[in-house]
């Protein structure tokens, strides 16, 4: 069974700092990643794909790949209290459309003023 | 936010009733899906479709049906809700992302509870 690993938290970071958000995938064949953040009561938000190896920046966030140790983390930088928010990792085997993505449970992030 | 709607956005129900929940999208999106959020659980997938009548199971789909006459709707069904189907429901769309690649993006969301 494919399988998503998300430490739940709830990690605390203080405004301005970096926040470190790490995820582990069980299916060596997968081929996308995402992070989306979801507030409490609202739906799902994508905020960062990544497909190959390396970092990907997208303002204060970057996306990290690493398929050979199979972990795909989210650095958030500059951390500020609306960033507080559940993360959620999301693997997917292919990348044509008809994607069935996998999700971690969750980690919890709480920016501290 | 990928033009996709919820109805209703709650519902409290009584177990052995039928209940279907709608997700109706804007932009003629092929692919849709049929999610449910748990505590512990994370996102599970239950029904997607991938055209107008064409639909497939996802890994929690006992207890429940899903219909797609048009492409911008796409139903889920409980046919005789139980109180382990109290959950929020998501649906959501594929589509193209910036970089070319395909991403999936979330409506509302229907938060239902069953009795």
Partial sequence: QKEVEQNSGPLSVPEGAIASLNCTYSDRGSQSFFWYRQYSGKSPELIMSIYSNGDKEDGRFTAQLNKASQYVSLLIRDSQPSDSATYLCAVNQYNFGNEKLTFGTGTRLTIIP | DAGITQSPRHKVTETGTPVTLRCHQTENHRYMYWYRQDPGHGLRLIHYSYGVKDTDKGEVSDGYSVSRSKTE??????????????SVYFCAISAPGTSGSWEQFFGPGTRLTVL
């Fill in chain 2, 73 to 86: 709707d796409f139903l889920l069904t409980l046919e005789s809700a139980t109180s382990s189907q109290t």
